[in-house]
């Protein structure tokens, strides 16, 4: 299992496979690697690297609580690509991870030659806030996984139609451990406990400044075209404020694509192309 430890001493989990131009892919809020096994098959010639945030995945979780923040997740992506000897990698953030991938360029910029934000931008739309908050930290009700699968179906289906079970089955899988007396969550709870604190200590920061970090690179943004995260609003605006920016929206999904889909598979490439 490859590790690396970051610099106030925690093991953090990463994947890095294949071989070629690095791509590296940071996941969703409460994700993990496994929120790119879909997009894996058709990065052969790429190589392709994954982690796991601290608290999430097979990574430690830390003690306290309120290092979960993007700075401190950036902070710790810099370390991997130390630890990789990397330089300059072009970064495929999804949700969270393209907030940090902003973060990044803010800065460290010299770490970041281009960024494919996957359903995510400098406005984070309310709705879909008040429903991550719904089950962030939370035991899933669901005891086993096909239950589980199936709840996931039931409510997200509407957002993704045409998704067949066995895709539900391997998300529910990805996000949840089966103990045998029910299920857990592949992530620390206290999670929830660090979102709460943030919202408390203020108004959410203004991300713009972060987004304004990503011109002059290489930048595709992916919208799923039901979601409730990125707006068609704040992509307008995102547009209007880098007009190079490239804006594919998939249909048939929500928050957040799988990024198998035509659409996405060829906004990835395109960037790679332009990074390469």
């Known amino acids: 299992m490859a590790r690396f430890r970051t610099s106030d001493g925690l093991g953090l989990h990463f994947e890095d496979r294949g071989a070629g131009q690095p791509l590296l892919c940071l996941p969703g809020l409460t994700r993990n690697t496994r929120d790119f096994d879909f997009l894996a098959p058709h990065m052969a010639s790429r190589r ?34 130390d630890h ?3 330089g300059a990698v072009t970064i495929l953030g999804t949700s969270r991870g393209g907030l940090i991938a902003m973060a990044l360029a803010a800065a460290h ?13 400098p406005v984070v739309a309310a709705d879909g806030i ?21 709840s996931m179906l ?32 592949r992530y620390d709870p206290r999670l929830r406990d ?4 943030q919202a408390e200590a203020g108004p959410v920061p203004d991300l713009w400044p972060l987004f304004a970090a990503l011109a002059g690179r290489p930048l595709g943004v992916l919208r799923g075209a039901s979601s409730d995260i990125l707006s ?5 605006r995102m547009q209007d404020h ?21 659409e996405s598979l060829a906004l990835i490439h395109r960037i790679l192309k332009d990074t390469a």
């Open 48 to 81: 392709m690297i994954a982690m796991d945030y601290r608290g999430r995945g097979q990574s430690d979780f830390a003690e306290d609580f309120h290092s979960y923040n993007v700075m401190r997740e950036a902070q710790d992506v810099v370390g991997l690509l």
């Open 84 to 86: 990789l000897d990397l």
């Open 109 to 121: 910029p010299d770490r970041v030659s281009g960024v494919i934000l996957n359903d995510v931008g």
């Open 130 to 150: 008040a429903r991550i908050m719904e089950y962030v930290g939370r035991p899933p009700a669901a005891r086993s996984l096909d239950a589980a699968a199936e």
């Open 154 to 185: 039931a409510a997200l289906g509407p957002q993704f139609p045409g998704v067949p079970a066995d895709r539900w089955r391997a998300l529910a899988a990805a996000q949840f451990a089966d103990t045998g007396e029910g299920l857990a969550l």
């Open 194 to 197: 660090a979102l709460l604190a």
């Open 232 to 236: 068609q609003d704040t992509l307008a």
């Open 242 to 262: 880098n007009p190079a920016l490239i804006a594919v929206t998939v249909p048939d999904r929500g928050h957040v694509p799988f990024l198998d889909e035509p």
